[in-house]
Nanobody, 121 residues
């Protein structure tokens, strides 16, 4: 499956952004999806994942209550709505897919190219 992330940009602290990730090549609804991020000088970390139907989600503690992951299987797209952004949310955000029943927090098989989110203070 091929993944194309978009929607990153520059935003002030407290603002919002919505990331999108369009999938192609395989049956999208067979894949659990996730968002991960990598800040400068740091390792890539888990942000949020959701199940194939979208009814089960998991979030990193650092984003819980501020970010929402969702998917539209008819559009082969997964989203990350990010509210109340903080400077420490600055990172390259990656979407990922895994052919699996449940959405794990690591070991994803397919990755998008990343989209940069910069939050200014």
């Amino acid at each position: 499956v091929q993944l194309q992330a978009s929607g990153g940009g520059l935003v002030q602290a407290g603002g919002s952004l919505r990331l999108s990730c369009a999938a192609s090549g395989r049956t999208f609804s067979n894949y659990v999806m996730g968002w991960f991020r990598q800040a400068p000088g740091k390792e890539r970390e888990f942000v949020a994942v959701l199940s194939r139907s979208g009814d089960l989600t998991f979030y990193a503690d650092s984003v819980k209550g501020r970010f929402t992951i969702s998917r539209d299987n008819a559009k082969n797209t997964v989203y990350l709505q990010m509210n109340s952004l903080k400077p420490e949310d600055t990172a390259v955000y990656y979407c990922a897919a895994k052919f699996n029943l449940m959405p794990p927090r690591e070991n994803y098989d397919y990755w998008g190219q990343g989209t940069l989110v910069t939050v200014s203070s």
